[in-house]
């Protein structure tokens, strides 16, 4: 399961190998791929619903 997280928060998961908090408040590892797995749904929807303001 992909999840979406602030960008300098996944910057610095990736960076250091540590686990990040995802907007629907899952602590994940970020894959290398993200694009392979499917996408939360309440991420989603967290993320479109900032999207829009
Ligand atoms: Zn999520």
């Known amino acids: 399961m ?3 997280a602030r ?3 996944l910057h ?3 960076t ?3 686990a990040v908090k995802a907007l629907c ?3 994940f590892q ?3 791929d993200p ?3 499917p ?3 309440v991420c989603q929807q967290l993320a479109a619903a900032w999207s829009r303001g």
Request: charged residues 25%.
């Open 30 to 32: 970020p894959p290398a």
């Open 16 to 18: 250091q190998g540590r």
């Open 2 to 4: 992909a999840h979406y």
């Open 25 to 27: 408040g899952t602590r």
């Open 12 to 14: 610095a998961a990736r």
């Open 35 to 37: 694009s392979r797995l």
């Open 39 to 41: 996408v939360c749904v």
């Open 7 to 9: 960008n300098d928060e």
